[in-house]
């Protein structure tokens, strides 16, 4: 699940395509303009969008993960707090990755530039990402990995998200990896 570019999508993607390993079976996402939508689609990977009334006061999103029996739902970008019946349904095979060490900078809001930016004017030396399962609340469950990356004095939160971004293009794949192994 992605709601803007979609290169992490794309990066999963390619690591798993041809790996036995698995398979990225479905991209699904609530804005029919993300970039997501090319990027799985020239991978020859279907794509679904939904909006905000499918996701919460319907099952389609959850029916269309039951019928192509999804493993694991990884949350790669998405922006939207997933409905308490599809977290208790998929308990534990639904992770995130967050742009920022957890606990501190996350929740509603902690996305993009903005953790980014948060991050610096804190003051704080290290950032770098953390992936962990969802639960009911923004960026509240288990952490299963977090990665480091040092902040600079002239950090930008543009420098800083470059960052935040070879992180998690080293580390997300080979995690999803060992969590369906």
């Known amino acids: 699940m ?20 698995a398979t990225v079976a479905l991209v699904l996402t609530h804005n029919p303009m993300a970039g997501v939508i090319d990027r799985a689609k020239k991978y020859d990977v279907r794509s679904m969008v939904f909006d905000r009334k499918n996701f919460y006061d319907s099952d389609e999103v959850l029916n269309m993960l039951i019928e192509n029996n999804i493993d694991l739902v990884v949350l790669a970008g998405f922006l939207w707090l997933v409905p308490e019946k599809l977290v208790r349904l998929f308990q534990n095979k639904i992770i995130n990755i967050h742009p920022a060490l957890l606990p501190g900078f996350g929740g509603k809001g902690f996305f993009g530039k903005h953790v980014h930016q948060s991050v610096i004017d804190s003051g704080s030396i290290l950032s770098g990402i953390t992936i962990h399962y969802v639960n009911e609340k923004f960026d509240e469950g288990e952490i299963i990995f977090q990665a480091a990356c040092h902040v600079s004095k002239n950090e930008t939160a543009g420098s800083l998200a470059e960052k935040i971004h070879e992180l998690e293009y080293r580390y997300l794949p080979s995690v999803i990896g060992k969590l369906l192994n």
């Open 2 to 21: 992605a709601s803007g570019s979609g290169t992490n999508a794309e990066n999963i993607i390619r690591y798993f395509s041809g790996s036995g390993l």
